[in-house]
T-cell receptor
């Protein structure tokens, strides 16, 4: 398996622009997570899905952020409009609830810079 | 408020020694705790999971302890090697939930 795939790997955009981050989870995994990582706040959970349904979006910072999972093999995280404080590394992770083990598999991340 | 603290931002250790990393938490009742390794420019990679009813878990040179009374987990790397240099993250999970809460990480450097 190729693992969790994220695109793009790097994104540089100007304040006010729309940004879309993409994620393909590992085939067969029924949970998908979006995280944001910064030096100041560490790794923060933004939202997670189970079987394509959003379960907990309490970590989404504000209405400018939205996430979708139209099918089991694809998810997007959108920021509109983007702001400089959104600059961070965004990770997607997936997992499969098997025998009580909740190990998460992370993608390589998307480094977002908003100028 | 809930808090997960890892003992220090950075830890330097001589090759061959045992590295010990600490994860302390408050206002949580985790059912299990996980440790991840993160290399620069990469996503975290799962290492070990320990459940609340387990005191200790081992995997090769790695050992994890979990003390729910002290609200603390210790992560040991024995016979450390320069290749062990990375950031190590602890993460807490709760029964019935599949989401994790991560600590801020400790950057370990093993000096040859």
């Amino acid at each position: 398996d190729a693992g969790v795939i994220q695109s793009p790997r790097h994104e540089v955009t100007e304040m006010g622009q729309e940004v879309t981050l993409r994620c393909k989870p590992i085939s067969g995994h029924d949970y998908l997570f979006w995280y944001r990582q910064t030096m100041m706040r560490g790794l923060e959970l933004l939202i997670y899905f189970n079987n394509n349904v959003p379960i907990d979006d309490s970590g989404m910072p504000e209405d400018r952020f939205s996430a979708k999972m139209p099918n089991a093999s694809f998810s997007t995280l959108k920021i509109q409009p983007s702001e400089p404080r959104d600059s961070a590394v965004y990770f997607c992770a997936s997992s499969h609830r098997l025998a009580g083990l909740y190990e998460q598999y992370f993608g390589p991340g998307t480094r977002l810079t908003v100028t | 408020s809930q808090k997960i603290e890892q003992n220090s931002e950075a830890l330097n250790i001589q090759e061959g020694k045992t590295a010990t990393l600490t994860c302390n938490y408050t206002n949580y009742s985790p059912a299990y705790l996980q440790w991840y390794r993160q290399d620069p420019g990469r996503g975290p990679v799962f290492l070990l999971l320990i459940r609340e009813n387990e005191k200790e878990k081992r995997k090769e040179r790695l050992k994890v302890t979990f003390d729910t009374t002290l609200k603390q987990s210790l992560f040991h790397i024995t016979a450390s090697q320069p290749a062990d240099s990375a950031t190590y993250l602890c993460a807490l999970g709760q029964t019935g939930a599949n989401n994790l809460f991560f600590g801020t990480g400790t950057r370990l450097t093993v000096i040859p």
